[in-house]
């Protein structure tokens, strides 16, 4: 095996420098993405004197570079710069210069984003740095402003600052008169003091408050001048907590008077960027959180949604590049979009761009290459084992907020139920989204649900008497649907808390686990719980994962105390952290998986630092990161029923990741503890299909039957020689009645027996 990893180790350094890229799918022994291709992009710049040459900030995963125009990204990944980029400048003489601001600082870089250095500011460095400006005339002229409530000017390239005359306001963008190159403005999200916009008319080193009779309940986001009329301003920003306010004024006498302009019917007053067209001043596009791009063709009076090609309506920022007339888009969640006809229709330019913020991930147990996975921007699917991934368009709601959790159900593997996080204006414009069409069109349930409830995980309980429940923990409580989603109840009995774990035995679905900061139990379906002593801590509990094979075995994680493994059913704790490693004063583990045929094979993502497995039920930890990127915070793993040598895992910050793993002899194979056979199926009770998992310790010849439960013989699975190992076979039982059948595996020393329960 060893032998193996090394060669792939020395294929994957030669890719590397010759700059030929790994294949995107699933590869051997090597983690790989295909997608989806997402980011929050806040930021956008074009190279002055070459447009191909594009560079984006996102949220997640740093800087992006394109010199093909958005035709293909590569990571500018920095150990020196922050992951959290908030804007990026050229030089606009000598754009090898560059300057990049950030939630923890201000720097800049010489050799176009291959290395950056921090530029300290008189008051320090760690302030987030929103906006700055550079002169385009004397390029040496730097003026920035931090959240912090300083604000700075630098007349030799950021080695020496001097503090503006300023009040202490939040700087949120700093805007250049195209006309006046001495004129900058100031927008803040100081709106209660009155104190939104300010001006100066000799670069900063004096300012003038204009906020006037501006409306002083908007947060200002930015401002745009008209090239044409420069008097003529252009004011957005977000209305917190009003649906019906202003979020946008104009000026057209420099800011002495602001008249409203907000579009009507905003579902959220909250507009974040302006942009001009270089062809007609008039023409003015806005970029709103909840609406996505709006377009006016008469300096604000009337407007019209453009939405052509995009797939969200949570929209960051427009640049255009003044001479080929390209519009490029950065949105939240959904990554960078480009027009080429002003806006009117736009097509995605995200490849290679791997910062979805995905969620949860739930993979069809009948047929495991259907993966569904919810991000940041809604619902995706891969049909092919995630090779490459379809946006899920619900269509209804218009508004789409961020998708927290999906779940294929167990039994009825059409049936798939979605999450998400709550709709400003109350769960009828999100609820529970449900598909009876493995994901093809959708409806939306929220009878029962209470509003501004964030969704955290589904889960699917089941039990012999044909009884389905789905369980919803949430931000208010623990809720339950026994009608497929379409209504639902809170489970009265268990305190109305946050509820971010849930777990559904796959052993015994009527053993169904919750938790907020305390453990909850039912092994009755929901029907009674009991609070278990829980593993030690204060943290939430986020996660809980049973055994696959012994149902007394659990696996719980608290938010900052680590992972803990129970062997009696949750009665009892141990910390099993042991060599995993402590990262930023604390352990934080998620993404807990575990070998439905070998359950001592664990995996467990740690926070910033990638996946671990471990080989003795959590004992000993050994490094699985071999191509992945680890720098996010949570993920969720899930092993394929199918074939266990295919692992997925959906992260925060980094879209989702595959790996194969590839068996190169008779010692990579997981052999049971003892010569006693094993057999077990999931999932149990089920509906047309189930996978019979079992292993073997020497290769026989060994016959696997199913029988009703009157003893008959039913069907003939396997009646063959068979390798030692771990095997596992799906049984297609939609030719039979529903009712309890038998699994009878038998070799030339043991037999084995096992209950399977078929609901139809």
Not at 367 to 377: E, L, Q, R
Not at 445 to 458: A, C, D, I, M, V
Request: aromatic content about 12%; hydrophobic content about 35%.
């Amino acid at each position: 095996m060893k032998k193996k990893l090394n060669l792939v180790i020395i294929i994957g350094v030669f890719i590397y420098v010759t700059g030929y890229l790994m294949p995107l799918n699933a590869d051997e022994n090597r983690w790989s993405t295909a997608g989806p291709y997402n980011a929050n992009v806040l930021s956008i710049a074009i190279h002055p004197f070459d447009n191909q040459i594009i560079y984006i900030g996102t949220v997640e995963n740093g800087i992006y570079k394109t010199t093909d125009g958005g035709g293909n990204w590569m990571p500018m990944n920095n150990e020196d710069l922050p992951t959290n980029i908030r804007v990026i400048r050229f030089h606009p003489s000598a754009p090898d210069t560059m300057y990049s601001a950030t939630i923890s600082g201000f720097y800049k870089s010489g050799d176009m984003g291959l290395s950056w250095s921090l530029i300290v500011l008189p008051d320090g460095w760690q302030y987030e740095i929103r906006s700055f400006v550079i002169h385009p005339v004397h390029p040496n002229i730097l003026i920035i402003g931090s959240t912090h409530g300083t604000h700075y000017r630098s007349t030799n390239g950021g080695v020496d600052w001097t503090s503006m005359d300023l009040p202490l306001v939040v700087a949120q963008e700093h805007v250049l008169d195209p006309v006046d190159t001495n004129r900058v403005y100031l927008v803040t999200q100081s709106a209660s003091p009155q104190m939104s916009i300010f001006r100066s008319d000799d670069l900063g080193i004096s300012w003038e408050n204009i906020h006037n009779d501006l409306d002083t309940s908007i947060f200002g986001y930015d401002m745009a001048i008209d090239p044409v009329n420069p008097n003529t301003l252009y004011f957005c920003g977000n209305r917190f907590r009003d649906t019906t306010g202003a979020c946008m004024s104009k000026s057209t006498d420099g800011g002495e008077h602001w008249f409203d302009i907000t579009p009507d019917n905003l579902i959220e007053p909250h507009i974040r960027s302006i942009s001009i067209s270089p062809s007609n001043h008039n023409t003015i596009l806005i970029c709103t959180a909840g609406d996505g791009v709006l377009k006016s063709y008469d300096g604000g009076q009337t407007w019209q949604e453009i939405k052509n090609g995009l797939t969200n309506r949570m929209a960051a920022r427009i640049v255009i590049d003044s001479l080929s007339r390209i519009y490029y888009l950065g949105t939240f969640f959904d990554g960078i979009y480009r027009s080429i006809d002003e806006g009117d229709n736009w097509e995605k330019i995200s490849d290679n761009i791997t910062n979805s913020r995905c969620r949860d991930i739930s993979i069809n147990l009948l047929g495991s290459d259907t993966i569904f996975v919810a991000s940041a921007n809604g619902i995706y699917r891969s049909t092919n084992g995630a090779f490459n991934w379809e946006y899920l368009d619900f269509l209804y709601p218009d508004y789409k907020r961020f998708a927290t959790c999906v779940k294929v159900d167990p039994i009825h593997s059409e049936y798939i139920y979605a999450g998400f996080y709550p709709h400003p204006l109350g769960p009828e414009f999100i609820g529970i989204a449900r598909s009876i069409n493995c994901g093809e069109s959708w409806d939306f349930y929220y009878e029962g649900l209470p509003s501004f409830t964030g969704y955290n995980k589904l889960d699917v309980a089941f039990n012999g008497s044909n009884q389905h429940r789905i369980f919803l923990a949430s931000t208010s409580g623990l809720y339950y649907s026994d009608d497929f989603a379409q209504t639902w109840s809170r489970e009265q009995s268990l305190p109305d808390d946050v509820y971010y774990a849930l777990n559904v035995s796959s052993v015994n679905s009527e053993h169904v686990y919750t938790g907020s900061s305390t453990l909850y139990k039912s092994t009755d379906l929901g029907a009674t719980w009991e609070n278990l002593p829980g593993p030690p801590g204060y943290s939430s509990i986020n996660e809980i994962t049973s055994d696959p094979i012994n149902p007394d075995i659990l696996y719980c994680c608290r938010s900052r105390d680590g992972i803990y493994k129970s062997i009696d059913g949750g009665y009892s704790w141990q910390n099993i952290c042991n060599n995993l490693p402590y990262v930023e004063d604390w352990f934080t583990v998620s993404g807990v998986a575990i070998n439905p045929l070998n359950s001592d094979e664990v995996f467990a993502n740690v926070f910033k630092s990638g996946i671990f497995v471990s080989n003795d039920g959590g004992e000993n930890w050994d490094d699985f990161n071999y191509g992945l990127q680890t720098n996010y915070a949570k993920a969720v793993t899930i092993i394929d029923p199918l074939d266990t040598s295919r692992i997925y895992l959906a992260t925060d910050q980094q879209s989702v990741w595959s790996i194969t793993r590839i068996q190169t002899s008779i010692d990579d194979d997981i052999h049971p503890p003892d010569k006693f056979i094993t057999l077990s199926n999931y999932p149990n009770p089920f509906n047309a299909a189930t996978i019979i998992n079992f292993s073997i310790y020497s290769s026989e010849h060994i016959t696997l039957n199913i029988y009703n439960i009157l003893g008959q013989h039913v069907e003939s699975i396997i009646h063959s020689l068979r390798q030692a190992g771990n095997h596992s076979i799906s049984w297609d039982a939609s030719a039979h009645p529903s009712g309890v059948y038998f699994a009878k595996l038998k070799t030339a020393e043991s037999e084995k027996n096992i209950k399977m329960l078929l609901l139809k």
